[in-house]
């Protein structure tokens, strides 16, 4: 950084503009449909086809490269631009991986703007309903819409921008980093849902479908009880779902004996996947769970999975669910050095919020197994 003009404030205003990052940020994130050039960049670090685009890719790729050169040499204006068009590299996949979160609960998807309201409907069914009948002879329930507002929460990524590696035309180094940025933005999330619903089972006293111990009895009680709100996924780690597989055979009865066998269709899909994808009609879903490069697990001897591998989910299909999920799109981001390494840092995050809704609780069934604990 040059220190010849230190005292020139003339081009102070300017300047300011040129660091406001998120202003330039936001201006880019917002726009739903990125420009050609931001696209075939982002299909060039994701390794996708460019071929449709001719020319256009070395010409995009040498405007990268000048923009990195700029960036490496201090240019705020190009280290801004680079900024963008990371920020819009990494939100459509981002966005897409958070799709996740709808097979938890219900997921409101609101504007970058907008507050994080859902809305949901309030199950009411009581002795109060009584006097509306007709001679107050029986109850019935009645339904009314109600608006709230989830308190927000931040999803957090970031990573280290090498100016130099991209001036060399290289993004590989930018593709292995941005997908290490997803994959923790995504199970930041998905941690803070499946704690809260975690959280709302374990607190509940009553009028809750839960069991400790993943046995054969157990999955049919809590399945049962889940069934009869709708069509149900089954879904956890792969810790939990794993125990399925001993749950698919059938019984076999003699006069000395009772052996278990498997029917071969289910022998051949453990043998090609490890896992079952369907149990008594429910399917049966694994919730990818990446380990935490930066945490050991609790022996200290591996290291730490980034969501829980306790708990096996039955979750009904629709409007039914507990849980209210709402993401505000688009990715907001900052980049800047960091004193104590003197790199460039770019932080992203994503906002979000859940909320519990106590009456539908039951309609949700979870077993919890201790001894699966990571």
Known sequence: MSFTYVNDFSNTEKDANQVELNSLVKSKVTDKKPNENVEIFSKIVWGKDTSKYGKKVDAVMGSIKDMASAANNGDMKAKAEINSITTVTLQQPLMKRLQINSMLGNVTNVGFGEELRYQ???IQGSELSRIQASSGSFTFPTVKKRTAIADTKTATGGLVIDYRELASGATDG????GEQVITDMTNQMVASNITALHTAMQS?????NYAEGITATNVDVVRKKARRF???TITG?????????????????????????????????????????NYKGSIVVEIPNSYN???LNTSGDFYKPYLPTTDLWFIPQGI????QIVIRSGITSMTQTDINTRS?????????????????LGFVGNIYDASLAE
Do not use: C, W
């Open 204 to 208: 509940a006293t009553t009028l809750k």
């Open 174 to 177: 930018m593709a292995m980093a």
């Open 293 to 295: 490069m930066t945490e």
């Open 320 to 323: 039914l669910t507990p849980l």
């Open 230 to 232: 709708g069509n149900v």
């Open 120 to 122: 949901y409907y309030q």
């Open 237 to 277: 780690d792969v810790s939990a779902i794993e125990k399925l597989n001993d749950f698919t055979g059938f019984n076999i009865h003699s006069a000395t004996t009772t052996e278990v066998r498997y029917p071969e269709s289910v022998m051949e899909e453990i043998m090609a996947t490890g896992l079952v994808s």
């Open 344 to 360: 460039e840092v770019t932080r992203f995050d994503v906002e979000y919020g859940n909320k519990i809704l106590p009456e539908y």
